[in-house]
């Protein structure tokens, strides 16, 4: 599985951006994906997961209500939606893909994508 993580940038504090995750190879045995993130300075943290048919979804706490995490099962892309952006939410953000049901456990993740820089200014 290869993963490709795109729609970075930098944005103003109360913006919005739309992260893309696509998704090439065998992808058959995968349940869901994830979007985790990590500040500099900081370890990579859960943001949020959707299931393989977009049945359930996990949100971090702290992003409850502001992101939105959907799937394009026909592109085999997933997307994070991030509104009301906050300085805090700068961070690289990577997507991720797993087999197991554990949606917000990083150690439950088989397959990384390279990460994309989210730059939210005060």
């Known amino acids: 599985v290869q993963l490709q993580a795109s729609g970075g940038g930098l944005v103003q504090a109360g913006g919005s951006l739309r992260l893309s995750c696509a998704a090439s190879?065998?992808?058959?045995?995968?349940?869901?994906t994830g979007w985790f993130r990590q500040a500099p300075g900081e370890g990579r943290e859960f943001v949020a997961a959707?299931?393989?048919?977009?049945?359930?979804?996990a949100y971090a706490d702290s992003v409850k209500g502001r992101f939105t995490i959907s799937r394009d099962n026909a592109k085999n892309t997933v997307y994070l939606q991030m509104n009301s952006l906050k300085p805090e939410d700068t961070a690289v953000y990577y997507c991720a893909q797993g087999s197991s049901s554990w949606l917000a456990e990083i150690h439950e993740y088989d397959y990384w994508g390279q990460g994309t820089l989210v730059t939210v200014s005060s």
């Open positions: 190879g065998r992808t058959r045995n995968i349940y869901k």
């Open positions: 959707i299931t393989y048919n977009g049945g359930s979804t």
